[in-house]
């Protein structure tokens, strides 16, 4: 009998013990639908004032609402988030460290918390420069810098077509004198030069719409031309381009691409020419790159209105990313850091996305055509009415801020920025001279 009683209360007490733990599971709160979610919060880039965020879910089985904290406080909320995104915020500080993680928020309490990233900010540039004005040309003809190629402080590069009173006309005994269609500064002074491409019956003059430099040993010109080892030698031509090659761009010397009229694209690969599909038939005014690796296209029809085109390089092709509405004319482009970018023509506009949405920029009023970046806060653009303006990682600063010499009536056509400061180069409509503008820091 006791054997009994022992039993029948060892069943009762499991039987209490059961009932507890069942009272006790069936009072305690629900699992959350994030328990297997992981949040990671990554800093892809930061300028002067704006930071790039990519905020990343595995196992995300529902719509989370998501707070990004900033050195420790709330700072930006969103709600019913599902999928990963890229987070810019652009009302940061210069020079100035900050913390960010993000937290799923689930019934009022954090639920799941990411890694916390630093992020230093940019500082701001200096615009304090010292300016020199050089022309050339003489005559009745008008002369014009299109581009330039920055190799050193001693060792630089400007193309272009340039008239003088010895050249462009005949000598006593009938030959043609060719003008010059570049200048190549030395260190103590500019030097005219004549890049012509041989053809069977002798040199060629054209002018020269692009250069690109590889390295102080290879030059590549835009009439199809190199300068290797301080010999000029031409390129052979077996394929069908246009006569003005726009713009130049080359990973290496079996890696050069030209880009022209009609949407043309053409690759050397060290032996012959292929044509690369663009897409469009858009004139393509611009090739640019930068130190992040990313190359762009851009592409219009001037003055046309039927809108233009940004192309970005993905393997040795290049597919169209931005189709601009008839209102927006881009003629140069410029890739700023690992995302933003921006164009020049009829307007400056920026894009903090990938190029997925443009904003127009308040810079200036007159059409411009060249814009070109070496870091975040140190971006350029220039074109008609002798129009400057310098971007320091917080403000756009004009001309005259700047301090630029008084110069009616320039076409600035391109830019270079380099450690010592920047060099423009362009034309006069005033005087119909061939125009540099060089400023040095300082």
Same mark, same amino acid.
Request: glycine share 8%.
């Given at each position: 009998?006791?054997?009994?009683?022992?039993?029948?209360?060892?069943?009762?007490?499991?039987?209490?013990?059961?009932?507890?733990?069942?009272?006790?599971?069936?009072?305690?709160?629900?699992?959350?639908?994030?328990?297997?979610?992981?949040?990671?919060?990554?800093?892809?880039?930061?300028?002067?004032?704006?930071?790039?965020?990519?905020?990343?879910?595995?196992?995300?089985?529902?719509?989370?609402? =998501?707070?990004?904290?900033?050195?420790?406080?709330?700072?930006?909320?969103?709600?019913?988030?599902?999928?990963? +995104?890229?987070?810019?915020?652009?009302?940061?500080?210069?020079?100035?460290?900050?913390?960010?993680?993000?937290?799923?928020?689930?019934?009022?309490?954090?639920?799941?918390?990411?890694?916390?990233?630093?992020?230093?900010?940019?500082? +701001?540039?200096?615009?304090?420069?010292?300016?020199?004005?050089?022309? &050339?040309?003489?005559?009745?003809?008008?002369?014009?810098?299109?581009?330039?190629?920055?190799?050193?402080?001693?060792?630089?590069?400007?193309?272009?077509?340039?008239? &003088?009173?010895?050249?462009?006309?005949?000598?006593?005994?009938?030959?043609?004198?060719?003008?010059?269609?570049?200048?190549?500064?030395?260190?103590?002074?500019?030097?005219?030069?004549?890049?012509?491409?041989?053809?069977?019956?002798?040199?060629?003059?054209?002018?020269?719409?692009?250069?690109?430099?590889?390295?102080?040993?290879?030059?590549?010109?835009?009439?199809?031309?190199?300068?290797? @080892?301080?010999?000029?030698?031409?390129?052979?031509?077996?394929?069908?381009?246009?006569?003005?090659?726009?713009?130049?761009?080359?990973?290496?010397?079996?890696?050069?691409?030209?880009?022209?009229?009609?949407?043309?694209?053409?690759?050397?690969?060290?032996?012959?020419?292929?044509?690369?599909?663009?897409?469009?038939?858009?004139?393509?005014?611009?090739?640019?790159?930068?130190?992040?690796?990313?190359?762009?296209?851009?592409?219009?029809?001037?003055?046309?209105?039927?809108?233009?085109?940004?192309?970005?390089? @993905?393997?040795?092709? &290049?597919?169209?990313?931005?189709?601009?509405?008839?209102?927006?004319?881009?003629?140069?482009?410029?890739?700023?850091?690992?995302?933003?970018?921006?164009?020049?023509?009829?307007?400056?506009?920026?894009?903090?996305?990938?190029?997925?949405?443009?904003?127009?920029?308040?810079?200036?009023?007159?059409?411009?055509?060249?814009?070109?970046?070496?870091?975040?806060?140190?971006?350029?653009?220039?074109?008609?009415?002798?129009?400057?303006?310098? &971007?320091?990682?917080?403000?756009?600063?004009?001309?005259?801020?700047?301090?630029?010499?008084?110069?009616?009536?320039?076409?600035?056509?391109?830019?270079?920025?380099?450690?010592?400061?920047?060099?423009? =180069?362009?034309?006069?409509?005033?005087?119909?001279?061939?125009?540099?503008?060089?400023?040095?820091?300082?």
């Amino acid at each position: 009998m006791a054997t009994k009683n022992r039993y029948f209360y060892k069943l009762l007490s499991w039987s209490a013990l059961s009932l507890f733990a069942l009272s006790a599971y069936s009072c305690s709160e629900p699992a959350s639908p994030f328990g297997q979610t992981d949040i990671t919060l990554t800093a892809h880039d930061a300028s002067c004032t704006e930071v790039w965020l990519e905020l990343k879910f595995s196992n995300l089985t529902q719509p989370a609402d =998501v707070a990004i904290q900033k050195d420790g406080k709330d700072y930006h909320r969103i709600l019913s988030l599902n999928h990963d +995104t890229l987070l810019v915020f652009e009302d940061l500080e210069p020079s100035t460290n900050y913390s960010f993680r993000a937290i799923i928020r689930h019934e009022g309490k954090d639920d799941k918390i990411s890694n916390t990233i630093p992020v230093r900010t940019m500082d +701001t540039t200096s615009h304090n420069f010292t300016w020199e004005v050089f022309e &050339f040309g003489e005559g009745l003809a008008s002369s014009a810098f299109y581009d330039i190629a920055y190799i050193s402080e001693n060792d630089i590069w400007v193309v272009g077509e340039l008239y &003088f009173n010895d050249t462009n006309t005949f000598d006593s005994l009938g030959n043609y004198i060719q003008p010059y269609n570049a200048v190549h500064w030395d260190g103590y002074k500019w030097n005219r030069k004549q890049i012509f491409y041989n053809t069977s019956v002798g040199p060629s003059f054209s002018p020269i719409h692009s250069v690109f430099t590889l390295s102080d040993s290879l030059i590549l010109f835009g009439n199809l031309v190199k300068l290797e @080892n301080g010999l000029i030698k031409s390129i052979n031509v077996n394929i069908s381009f246009p006569t003005e090659v726009l713009g130049i761009w080359a990973a290496s010397s079996t890696e050069v691409y030209i880009v022209g009229g009609g949407g043309r694209i053409a690759k050397h690969s060290g032996y012959s020419w292929e044509i690369i599909p663009s897409g469009t038939e858009f004139d393509l005014h611009d090739i640019n790159s930068n130190s992040e690796g990313r190359v762009l296209i851009s592409g219009s029809l001037a003055l046309q209105n039927i809108g233009s085109v940004i192309l970005q390089k @993905n393997g040795t092709q &290049f597919q169209k990313i931005t189709t601009f509405p008839a209102t927006v004319e881009a003629v140069s482009v410029a890739p700023v850091g690992k995302i933003k970018t921006l164009t020049a023509g009829e307007g400056v506009y920026q894009s903090l996305d990938n190029m997925a949405t443009w904003k127009l920029l308040q810079v200036g009023t007159s059409y411009t055509e060249i814009i070109r970046a070496r870091a975040h806060n140190q971006i350029v653009v220039a074109g008609h009415f002798s129009s400057v303006f310098y &971007f320091n990682g917080v403000r756009w600063i004009d001309k005259n801020e700047l301090g630029i010499p008084e110069l009616p009536r320039i076409v600035w056509q391109s830019i270079s920025i380099n450690d010592d400061g920047l060099i423009l =180069v362009g034309f006069s409509n005033f005087n119909d001279k061939a125009i540099i503008l060089r400023g040095k820091i300082g």
